[in-house]
């Protein structure tokens, strides 16, 4: 069973930078891709980017050329380096895994972005 563990939410600035990291561990991995997802409160949840075990990657509009998703560590690791934070980048933040067996979720990482 796969497990997520996000790290690297909090408070920042506009204009500011935050990092977000998701480490995958558990048995089986087999990871076909790693992904953030945010959800803003009265909001549905979206798709912010997207990691493919070949490393392509996708983003949504409202972050690109802001965002950057990378890995590491085998490809269990997902970085999310965001920059030029707006406010209304403020949400909650998941890591999301497709595996083999299934969609995995983490709990979860506030990010909150002061103007």
């Known amino acids: 069973q796969v497990q997520l563990a996000e790290s690297g939410g909090g408070m920042g600035q506009a204009g500011g930078s935050l990092r977000l990291s998701c480490v995958a561990s558990?048995?089986?991995?087999?990871?076909?891709?790693m992904a953030w997802y945010r959800q803003a409160p009265g909001k549905e949840r979206e798709l912010v980017a997207r990691?493919?075990?070949?490393?392509?990657?996708n983003y949504a509009d409202s972050v690109l050329g802001r965002f950057t998703i990378s890995r590491a560590g085998a490809a269990n690791t997902v970085y999310l380096q965001m920059n030029s934070l707006k406010p209304e980048d403020t949400a909650v933040y998941y890591c999301?895994?497709?595996?083999?067996?299934?969609?995995?979720w983490g709990q979860g990482t506030q990010v909150t972005v002061s103007s």
């Open positions: 999301n895994t497709a595996t083999l067996a299934g969609t995995v």
């Open positions: 558990g048995s089986n991995l087999s990871i076909i891709n």
């Open positions: 990691i493919y075990r070949g490393g392509s990657t």
